[in-house]
């Protein structure tokens, strides 16, 4: 499957950001304003991890004659950071190329001015030319975004460590010093936080997007420290209690979810993204307070299940984008915008962690039926593609080979199939884009130790 995507990639596409596999064409999303090469950042570790040098060598070059980040641009400072600065440092860590680091560390500093506020809560979109930031226009009041702020903590420790600049690492512990001081309310972290006057925007909170990779990034920060990092241990285990009182619901017909927090009132709708949470809550279960290791293991295995009951109960046997517990109706999409697929990796990562917590065979057995619906629904001759509807079985394709198609879900899928030795998570942390970085050792200064 790889192979089938990276060839069609560099053969239809190449240098371009994305690939249309449909029309058999470069495609350029705008989060990364006019930096190339996304696919092939993203792709580097997949590359190297199921040893295909040849493919890795070419990215490699390609890196090293291509990758320019001196464009007059506006780019999404959390995908540039979790796509591109994650993809070239796990590239260094597992190749020891210092191509890699040199680049990393090049776009780490092009991302300070992002910092540039009266909190130091970053902008959402920066121009990498003039260092001028502002945030999404229809992001409540101005507001910075939880999952975009609170998604930079891994890469940027390791841009400090790997450049001996400690202005990375002050940036993102400055942010949790902002959160700290502010009031939750009953615990949880709103997804909108204005970064000029330090206050919560709307009262929304989400497991899903828009907050998604904040709690996931406390929890990895802590194993990443090699268990030092107190601060993002206790804000991790806090907000997953609130979570657990505020947002997580069992269905009349007995599917765990989590729901989504609008000022109080629950929307009982879990999106795709969400699926991300079994994994997280697995990965966290043994290092749970008191005795409630076997009980976030539970809960995992809750959301693993209710995730693959979105999958089987769709014509494709692909999930939709967000699936709803309301009206009669359990995990399945109501609306015709919910309905797509986007090649989103999700339900596999989760699947990959439950199978390496329990080893119970179900993990992989869902993890081949999704394998069998994307080569029966999503691959075409030139490439991968999402799909628009995942009830029809006659669907329509969008025309997109996502680049974290190649970083995430392919990658999971094969960790899933892979012995427990391949990236053993006491030595690896995987980042929101699934680029592993080395837990950084406590007893050692050079991250590079393992």
Excluded at 92 to 119: D, H, I, M, N
Excluded at 267 to 283: P, R, S
Excluded at 352 to 381: I, N, S
Aim: charged share 25%; glycine share 8%; aromatic share 12%.
């Amino acid at each position: 499957m790889m192979k089938h995507a990276w060839d069609s990639y560099r053969r239809y596409a190449w240098g371009s950001n994305e690939l249309r596999p449909v029309s058999k064409q470069g495609h350029s999303s705008n989060l990364f304003g006019s930096i190339k090469g996304a696919t092939i950042v993203d792709a580097l570790d997949t590359l190297f991890i199921m040893e295909m040098s040849e493919e890795f060598n070419a990215a490699t070059e390609w890196v090293e004659k291509n990758l320019d980040f001196n464009v007059n641009a506006e780019v999404s400072v959390f995908e540039v950071n979790i796509r591109f600065v994650g993809g070239l440092l796990s590239a260094y860590y597992l190749s020891g190329k210092e191509v890699f680091r040199q680049k990393a560390v090049e776009l780490g500093e092009k991302l300070l001015p992002a910092f540039r506020t009266s909190t130091g809560i970053p902008w959402a979109l920066l121009n990498l030319k003039s260092g001028v930031g502002r945030n999404w226009p229809w992001a409540s009041g101005g507001s910075s975004i939880l999952a975009e702020y609170g998604t930079l903590h891994l890469e940027f420790m390791h841009l400090s460590k790997l450049s001996g600049n400690q202005e990375f690492a002050q940036k993102v512990m400055n942010i949790r010093k902002v959160l700290n001081r502010l009031d939750k309310p009953q615990g949880l972290y709103p997804n909108y936080l204005n970064p000029n006057s330090g206050q919560w925007g709307q009262h929304h909170v989400s497991v899903g997007g828009l907050g998604d990779s904040f709690y996931e990034y406390l929890l990895k920060a802590w194993l990443m420290s090699d268990k030092t990092d107190e601060e993002g241990k206790k804000m991790y285990y806090d907000s997953l209690q609130a979570i657990e009182t505020s947002l997580i619901r069992k269905s009349s017909g007995g599917l765990t979810y989590i729901a989504e927090w609008k000022g109080g009132l629950l929307e009982h709708k879990m999106g795709h993204l969400t699926c991300f949470a079994g994994g997280m809550i697995a990965l966290g279960a043994d290092g749970a307070p008191g005795d409630k290791t076997g009980h976030q293991m539970e809960l995992a295995a809750e959301i693993a299940r209710t995730c693959h009951e979105s999958y089987a109960r769709t014509a494709l046997k692909l999930g939709p984008e967000a699936f709803r517990f309301d009206g009669g109706v359990e995990a399945i999409a109501t609306r015709q915008n919910e309905k797509y697929f986007i090649l989103r990796p999700e339900v596999i990562e989760t699947y990959m962690y439950m199978w390496r917590f329990t080893h119970d065979p179900k993990y992989r057995e869902w993890g081949w039926e999704a394998v069998q619906a994307l080569e029966r629904h999503c691959k075409v001759e030139g490439g991968y593609s999402g799909v628009r509807d995942v009830y029809s079985s006659n669907p329509s394709l969008d025309d997109v080979q996502q680049s974290f198609f190649l970083a995430e879900t392919l990658k999971y899928l094969y960790l899933l199939f892979s012995e427990d030795d391949q990236l053993p998570f006491d030595h690896w942390v995987f980042n929101t884009e699934a680029h592993p970085l080395p837990v950084i050792r406590k007893d050692h200064t050079d991250a590079t130790q393992l």
